[in-house]
């Protein structure tokens, strides 16, 4: 079955430093590549997404890049800001029905 | 428009206990899933269902059974509660799109 390891378990940064979380999959099937923040006390919830037929999606200071070949992913986060300081999950989706997530990364924004 | 929720929000149970998390959905999504929270393991897939009527199970199902007897419902349910089930507990739903909305949570104590 899919399997997504993530990277690294905990990030800190600089206010206005940028943030990058990196994922790889092991299912060379699986199309969509999903990311979630989680505030303490918080359901997940979904921030950024990306299908297999893009490469490259952005959203404002979010970005996700894909590379098939590698079959990993990353999250890109600029100008960090204190209220980005969340667990950040990444997920891989298994048959177009369910999401296998990665262990998440801890992101600590320092002002 | 609640979204997707979930009953109860916190339990405490002894062990060999049984108890039903139930999850509710209003968005007349087709696709439903339970997954458990642990520190450090990121979100696991417990059971998920495609459809009224169907099942299916996940990375770590052992221990738990489904039911999805009205589309709007997903219940968990665990027979003899062992300590080794204290998580936090998410419900999600999908339609027919890739975006899975995640309950706000139950959160379980097996002693």
């Known amino acids: 079955g899919e399997n997504v390891e993530q990277h690294p378990s905990t990030l800190s940064v600089q206010e206005g430093d940028s943030a990058v979380i990196k994922c790889t999959y092991s299912?060379?099937?699986?199309?969509?590549f999903p990311w979630y923040k989680q505030e303490l006390g918080k359901r997940p919830q979904l921030i950024i997404d990306?299908?297999?037929?893009?490469g490259e999606k952005k959203d404002q200071r979010i970005a996700v890049t894909l590379n098939k070949t590698a079959k990993h992913f990353s999250l890109h986060i600029t100008e960090t800001q204190p209220e980005d300081s969340a667990v950040y999950f990444c997920?891989?989706?298994?048959?177009?029905?369910?999401?296998?997530f990665g262990k998440g990364t801890t992101l600590s924004v320092s002002s | 428009n609640a979204g997707v929720t979930q009953t109860p929000k916190f339990r405490v149970l002894k062990t060999g206990q049984s108890m039903t998390l139930l999850c509710a959905q209003d968005m007349n999504h087709e696709y439903m899933y339970w997954y458990r929270q642990d520190p450090g393991m990121g979100l696991r897939l417990i059971h998920y269902s495609v459809g009224e009527g169907t099942t299916a199970k996940g990375e770590v199902p052992d221990g738990y059974n489904v039911s999805r007897l009205k589309k709007q419902n997903f219940l968990l349910g665990l027979e003899s509660a062992a300590p080794s089930q204290t998580s936090v507990y998410f419900c999600?739903?999908?339609?027919?799109?890739?975006?899975?909305?995640f309950g706000p949570g139950t959160r379980l104590l097996v002693l």
């Open positions: 999600a739903s999908k339609g027919q799109g890739e975006t899975q909305y």
């Open positions: 299912d060379s099937a699986s199309n969509y």
């Open positions: 990306i299908r297999s037929n893009v």
């Open positions: 997920a891989a989706s298994l048959r177009s029905t369910a999401l296998i």
